[in-house]
C-alpha cells in the first residue's frame, strides 16, 4: 500500500468516517472531503459517488463505486466489491466478500481461518434497502430492487424485487414498465 493511500485511510478513520451526514444542514463538506479520500484510498471512486457517515470498509482494497452511486450510513463492506452507477444503499448495509472456513470438525473453527474472498458485484440502477446483508459471490442485477433487511444469498436477476431471509423473488419490475 502506497504512502498517500495510507495518509488518506488514516485521514478517513480519524476525520472522515465522522464528520456529518451529507444531506445534514451543516456538514462542513463531509461529501466532499470523504470522496477525495475515497478516490485515492479505493481502486475507483467516480466523482459524483457519495461514502456517508460511519461507513467501514477495511483498507478499501479492491473496491470500485460508479457515478451518482452512494454508500449507506454505517454500512461495512469489503472487497473485492463492483457498484455500478446510480446505486442507492440505505443504511445498516453489509457486504460480505469472504467468511468462516467450516469445512474441518477436528479443530475448532475459530482456528481455520477464512475463506478465500468472491466478488460482490451490483450492477447498475440498483437500490438496496436499509440493513441488508449480501453474502460472498453475489451478483445483484441491474434495475433491481432488495427489500429491507434482506439476506442475499443467491444472485439477483436483473429487473428483479427481493426480500426476505433469505432474499427471494417477489416480482419483476419488467412487468411495471410502460
Not at 127 to 155: F, H, M, N, Q
Request: hydrophobic share 40%.
Amino acid at each position: 500500500m502506497g504512502v498517500k493511500k495510507k495518509i488518506c485511510l488514516g485521514f478517513y478513520y480519524l476525520i472522515g468516517k465522522k464528520m456529518p451526514e451529507s444531506d445534514s444542514l451543516i456538514s462542513f463538506g463531509a461529501k466532499r472531503f470523504r470522496r477525495f479520500l475515497c478516490k485515492n484510498i479505493f481502486e475507483y471512486a467516480s466523482k459524483s459517488c457519495n461514502i456517508e457517515k460511519g461507513v467501514f470498509f477495511g483498507n478499501g482494497q479492491d473496491i470500485s463505486i460508479g457515478d451518482n452511486s452512494g454508500i449507506g450510513l454505517y454500512a461495512r463492506i469489503q472487497g473485492p466489491l463492483s457498484i455500478g452507477d446510480n446505486v442507492m444503499m440505505g443504511p445498516d448495509v453489509i457486504i460480505y466478500t469472504k467468511n468462516h472456513e467450516t469445512k474441518r470438525t477436528d479443530i475448532p473453527m475459530i482456528e481455520q481461518g477464512v475463506t478465500a474472498p468472491e466478488k460482490v458485484v451490483i450492477s447498475d440502477d440498483v437500490w438496496i434497502g436499509a440493513r441488508v446483508i449480501i453474502l460472498p459471490g453475489v451478483t445483484i442485477g441491474e434495475g433491481s430492487v432488495v427489500g429491507a433487511g434482506s439476506v442475499v444469498t443467491k444472485d439477483v436477476e436483473p429487473y428483479s424485487v427481493v426480500g426476505g431471509v433469505p432474499a427471494k423473488r417477489i416480482k419483476s419490475r419488467k412487468n411495471l414498465i410502460n
